[in-house]
């Protein structure tokens, strides 16, 4: 007997609740060799620009002990690009399909958000972790009134449905959500990747041309379950929850704390099945607890 | 070109100098879609990136594949401890290989390799019929030379050289190279090795206008072109592009590959 897992995030529905994170499935296009798109609830596409952009030097990619560090820094070929030459293809194969928008200006977000408006995407995952130019290259999402602005400026010219993915940091992560809810966000995505460094120490550099760069993996779970639990709690619009998700238990973790779907980014890296094995493990977490719905454990961790 | 994802049986196992170590491996499907010069993307218990390694040969009627690294760092020491009877875990294969030609009966390729970037071109001078291929191999010193028996028996005439000159010829593999060129035969040049080593050989490749592909080394995540962490650069037709080395690559051709 199998169960329906599906999940509604800001009235999208999704056939399950596991989602390829931005970054690490590209346009979705490169692991159909193993399975179909369609397997996984949704997808979030690479983070996309007004302006195609040739991110940063190589080497991008550094080992953590349980995690990663990466500076790809937004390599994209553009809005243009994504919604000519991807976004029909990944409606074919797909189930829900985001587009990750990035952008150095409020005018980049406001454009590229303009053009995505009269598409089919499903949903538009902002994503505020990127250097404000005009900010000295702080991140929009560091300050309530930088993330604040994002959104306002993007909610006035779509009226798809609408995620912020918040970054981790931050001094306090519940301000930026509360913040961003005010300005019409329709829900949440977090975490973005922690900042982070390795050295090699034979050459004394550091191992990313960048010198730092985007911490992820399993390692970075216990935190960013933490932060989800926060923010589920101080707000009223759904979250999403990712950040080092690698198993069936991680997922349902994750949903206790308050997320109604996930995103899974690195672990799939390490086993490019891992979201298949984790749909096959909350179904039978399903079956085991007899759940007609998986959102019947959303937010139900009850805390000391 | 597709590839596959799975636990394949390690055949044998063998050490064959100091920390590099030899695999035969039994994947049918992977053996049949092989090329030479595509990579394996390894997963080594424990650790969160996979670690790639070229295809050293192919054994199409036996459905195995080989390859040949060296322990370099923790993930490659874990994958040395899989004996003969376990199993690898493998994306496989991946990325494009080497462009293996027709050539004229009085012409001849030349293979170079440098390090641990010589296993790869044991696989693409087996393409090649006996007498068509000479080898030129370049080694630290004579406790590293690898594979040599291996290209003779593929039929490449084989030349070796080493830094310090404690095995065959000392310097640089562009030495033996430079003299087989002179000798106006060679139809094409393939090399795999460390930066410096690509360097000259693409620069030497220019100067007798012999078409020449490399192999590119990048660290990688995905392997199979989703997360654009292996950037390389490449100009073409005078523009240039931030290519993947999993997927675009990592053979390019050499007059497009910015070092
Ligand atoms: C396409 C390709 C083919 C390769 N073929 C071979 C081969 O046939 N034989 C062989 O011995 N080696 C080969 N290498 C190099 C091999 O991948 C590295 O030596 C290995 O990944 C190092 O892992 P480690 O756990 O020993 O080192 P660690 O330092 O512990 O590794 C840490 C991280 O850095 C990465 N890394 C470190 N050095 C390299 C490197 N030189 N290239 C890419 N990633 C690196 C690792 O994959 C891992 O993600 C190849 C590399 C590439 C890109
Ligand atoms: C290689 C790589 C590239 C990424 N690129 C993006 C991106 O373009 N936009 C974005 O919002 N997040 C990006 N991320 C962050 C992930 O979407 C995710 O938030 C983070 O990796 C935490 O999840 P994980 O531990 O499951 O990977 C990237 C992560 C990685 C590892
Ligand atoms: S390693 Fe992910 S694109 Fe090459």
């Known amino acids: 007997m199998s169960k329906d897992l599906s999940v509604t995030v800001a009235g999208v529905r999704f056939p399950n609740p596991v989602i390829a994170a931005s970054g690490t499935y590209g346009f979705g296009q490169d692991y159909t060799d193993l399975y179909p798109l369609n397997k996984l609830g949704g997808i979030s596409c690479k983070g996309t620009t007004l302006e195609p952009r040739n991110g940063n030097p190589a080497p991008r990619i550094a080992e953590t002990p349980a995690g990663m560090l990466n500076s790809v820094g937004l390599q994209n070929p553009g809005i243009d690009m994504f919604i000519t030459g991807y976004?029909?293809?990944?409606?074919?194969?797909?189930n829900v399909i985001i587009a990750n928008i990035a952008g150095a200006t409020l005018d980049d977000y406001k454009q590229a958000v303009e053009r995505l408006d009269s598409t089919d995407v499903d949903m538009i995952e902002l994503n505020i972790s990127c250097p404000n130019v005009k900010q000295g290259g702080a991140s929009w999402g560091v300050t309530c009134d930088g993330a604040a602005a994002v959104t306002k400026t993007v909610r006035a010219v779509t009226k798809k449905p609408l995620m912020v993915k918040l970054t981790p940091n931050v001094t306090n992560i519940v301000d930026i959500a509360k913040a961003v809810e005010a300005e019409g966000a329709d829900c949440l995505s977090l975490i973005n990747t922690l900042l982070g460094m390795r050295i090699d120490i034979r050459t004394r550099r550091p191992i990313l041309k960048n010198?730092?760069?985007?911490?992820?993996?399993?390692?970075?779970?216990?935190?960013?379950?933490?932060?989800v639990w926060q923010v589920a709690n101080a707000v009223d619009i759904d979250v999403v929850g990712m950040g080092g998700i690698t198993t069936a238990?991680?997922?349902?973790?994750?949903?206790m704390a308050g997320a109604k779907a996930i995103q899974m980014g690195t672990a799939i890296f390490t086993d490019p099945y891992s979201p298949l094995k984790v749909i096959d493990g909350l179904e039978k977490y399903m079956e085991e607890n007899d759940l007609n719905s998986l959102e019947e454990i959303v937010g139900t961790v009850q805390p000391w | 070109m597709a590839f596959f994802c799975d636990e394949f049986p390690i055949v044998e196992r063998s050490e064959i100098a100091s920390g590099i170590f030899s695999y035969v491996i039994h994947c049918p499907s992977v053996a049949l879609a092989a090329k030479a010069g595509q990579f394996v993307h390894i997963r080594a218990?424990?650790?969160?990136?996979?670690?790639?390694?070229?295809?050293?040969?192919?054994?199409?009627?036996?459905?195995?594949?080989?390859?040949?690294?060296?322990?370099?760092?923790?993930?490659?020491?874990?994958?040395?401890?899989?004996?003969?009877?376990?199993?690898?875990?493998?994306?496989a294969p991946l990325g494009n290989g080497f462009t293996i030609k027709e050539i004229p009966s009085d012409k001849t390729v030349i293979v170079i390799g440098g390090g641990i970037g010589v296993p790869p071109m044991l696989g693409t001078a087996a393409e090649y019929t006996d007498n068509k291929v000479k080898a030129v191999l370049g080694f630290r010193?004579?406790?590293?030379?690898?594979?040599?028996?291996?290209?003779?028996?593929?039929?490449?005439?084989t030349a070796v050289c080493t830094d310090d000159g404690s095995y065959?010829?000392?310097?640089?593999?562009?030495?033996?190279?430079?003299?087989?060129?002179?000798?106006?035969k060679t139809a094409m040049i393939y090399a795999c090795g460390p930066t410096p080593m690509l360097k000259a050989v693409i620069n030497t490749a220019r100067v007798y206008n012999i078409p020449c592909e490399v192999s590119l080394e990048q660290r990688m995540a995905c392997g199979v072109g989703a997360c654009v962490g292996c950037a390389c650069n490449i100009r073409k037709g005078g523009r240039d592009f931030v290519l993947r080395v999993c997927k675009d690559g990592p053979v390019f051709k050499a007059e497009e590959v910015v070092l």
């Open chain 1, 87 to 94: 976004l029909p293809q990944l409606k074919k194969d797909g």
């Open chain 1, 211 to 227: 010198n730092v760069g985007g911490f992820s993996g399993p390692a970075v779970f216990p935190v960013a379950l933490r932060m």
């Open chain 1, 249 to 255: 238990a991680d997922a349902i973790e994750m949903m």
């Open chain 2, 45 to 91: 218990e424990g650790y969160t990136l996979r670690r790639p390694i070229s295809i050293c040969e192919i054994n199409r009627e036996k459905g195995t594949i080989r390859i040949v690294f060296e322990v370099r760092g923790n993930g490659t020491d874990k994958l040395s401890q899989l004996e003969a009877g376990k199993k690898m875990d493998m994306i």
């Open chain 2, 141 to 157: 010193n004579k406790d590293r030379v690898i594979l040599e028996e291996d290209f003779k028996r593929v039929g490449a005439e």
């Open chain 2, 168 to 184: 065959g010829e000392k310097g640089l593999v562009t030495f033996p190279l430079i003299e087989e060129l002179e000798r106006g």
